[in-house]
């Protein structure tokens, strides 16, 4: 081929701007930053294909048979019948009648109708929007209480930190927007008091906010996620901006505040951009064919397979992307109960400054870190996730850890909660059997009995893995041998423990689940051989939190709350909302791919009743089983209170600073 003559290439930057002009995914293809409008301009653009409406409407409303929570959600009992009442397929159908200028609209529409249930395992998904460009502001906030007990709205004292650590090619924008002589000194920022968010009093950005956010049916908790926080992560202790400095869409180009900086009379009225970055997952592009080609099909591990099928791999892929990915256990599969958020996991590292000092101990692993505090008497163990890189190494790691603090001469014992997502359902187990030691709340399990709904296609699954024997390995969640009943009896090759369908009227209609599931962990579930007494009494174990501790972080704080005594402590939030110190209960979640996977090993993937495959990149998430309550045994324990015994106010001293928070813990419980 010929170069091009120095006439073409004059053009280029023409043909480039036409193309930019015509086409708005050109404008940020191959762009790190963009603005939020840009990005917007984007994915708007696409207009909603019938062909994907009625697929993703097809897959979700089929899919919804298998989510034990569907009829509970229409009007959830007390505490939180204000929260959850969300009637699914009444706006499904709605959904299905409306007209939208494009698949963006329709994205949003369907996914903020699945997150009007506040539960994190009832989700909606699709990462052709999702994460795609994250828009970020510099000046995370936070709630603080002074000493006379009044709580303010702040940028955090770290502000500036994190904001040079992780946005150091783009803080220019921010600097420059900056009026007067606070320009280019972002950092004169940290700390300061907002008066008004957007010309309103700031709880009226944070209801907004909790209004949309989901995940958590506790008001208190949607509120804390509004705010910046911390978690354990797999290599130091991770920094999550919170909702207002991190938004996974598009959705804000601005935000104007009313501030008082630190040791100012003067009030200021800043304005900084909204600043949307392309996500870590997001693949390259530079128009729109090119976009939604790589980033807008369905992909590896979006539908089922049949495991029957040795052409066609297992996925690997994580779309719980908020935890650190678990590495794929051989042999039998480990029950997962993670909660699916639309955030992204968060790879921002917590400032050096607030980072512990103190030596990890034997036994730490990563996400799992155990400390002694200076006192030598209270130990700490920082969990941010029950999904560590290994099932086995989680267990085993956990006990040597338990070990070194005893060894070390601790009595106390501090759990640190702060942002569990979930994951291993028998770790959850595990951990609270070994703390406590043998005895009837934990033998011969630590958990919750559980059921799961029986509807005509699950039915037919469990009676195909029977009359055909398909599952020798058992691989399938509807094997019947991967069950106990309520007398904690294994359930026979042959017996189908969806049927009969223990029948129930909810909001009035109709629904029915399985018999009761007894214990699904010991002895199988446990790697390694449990200890004969515990390390701890209850008395001398304290449960700590910002109350976003879900799915099996929510099993675990439960039964050592309920059934032990062990106290609860919730770090932050409105003093005018009682804290919960966990949420979104569930007792096994599993989304649309692992159904699929079901149906198709069956062969029923041609069943009216069966979904189809997805045919966009996108995940939906369910809650598969319930777990009974304890104080309410014949009531799911999703719907019960989980009061916390404790709320740590924050001041500028302890936010996001896990050692400051574990002294004062240690202070106000172990007095």
Known sequence: MAPLSRFALSLLP?????????????????????????????????????????????????????????????????????????????????????SYSSEYDFHIDLSRTFKRLNDGHCVWINYCFVTAFVNYLP???????????????HIVPEAFDVAKAEFADGLDAWQDALPGDLKGRLDLLSGAKVLLINGLPPFAAVDANAAIAGSYQALGTRQIGFFSS???????????????????????????????????????????????RIGSSTKAFTDSASYRANNCRAVSGTNGVDIHDTTVAPSTADKFKQIPAPVAPAGKKHLMNVVLDTAPFTDITLPGGLQPTAPALNGSFGIGTFYLQKDGKTGVL????????NYDTMQSSLLQGLQSLKALGATQLIIDV???????????????????????????????????????????VVQKLIDEKLDPNQELLYNPLNWNNAQNVQFKADEN???????????????AFSQRLGQECQPDGFTTTPPDVGFFEPSKIVIVSNGRCASSCSLFSITMAKEEGVRTVVVGGSNLVRQEYCGIVGGQSTDFATIDTEIKSTGLKSSPLAPPDLIVNGVQGITWRLGFGITRREEPEEWQEH?????????????????????????????
């Open 643 to 671: 009061y916390a015994a404790i709320q740590l106010p924050l001041t500028m001293e302890l936010v996001n600073n896990p050692v400051k928070i574990w002294d004062a813990v240690t202070a106000r419980v172990f007095k």
């Open 230 to 276: 911390y978690a354990r992560a797999a290599s130091s202790f991770s920094y999550s901006m919170g909702q207002f400095a991190q938004q996974s869409l598009p959705l804000d180009d601005s935000v104007s505040l009313l501030i008082q900086r630190v040791n100012q009379t003067k009030l200021e009225v800043i304005t900084l951009p909204y600043r949307s």
């Open 418 to 460: 702060t942002n569990n997502g979930g994951g291993y359902i028998c770790v959850a187990h595990w951990l609270h059997r070994i703390i406590i030691g043998p005895k009837s709340t934990t033998v011969p399990e630590a958990g919750l009995d559980t059921k799961a709904r029986s509807g005509p296609l699950a039915q037919q």
């Open 382 to 389: 920082a969990l941010g996730s029950f999904s560590g890189a």
């Open 497 to 511: 423990w969806l049927v009969p369908p223990v029948k129930k009227i909810i909001n009035g209609h109709p629904d």
């Open 139 to 153: 000046i995370p906030l936070t709630l603080l209480t002074d000493k006379f007990g009044l709580q303010s709205v």
């Open 14 to 98: 023409l043909v480039a701007a036409v193309n930019a002009a015509t086409d708005p995914c050109a404008t940020i293809g191959g762009k790190k930053w963009a603005s939020p409008k840009d990005v917007r301009a984007c994915l708007s653009s696409f207009k909603l294909d019938p062909a994907i409406k009625n697929n993703v409407l097809d897959v979700v409303s089929k899919t919804l048979a298998f989510h034990a929570s569907v009829n509970y959600q229409i009007w959830a009992p007390e505490p939180y019948s204000l929260s959850v009442h969300e009637d699914l397929f009444k706006d499904i159908a709605r959904i299905n009648k409306t």
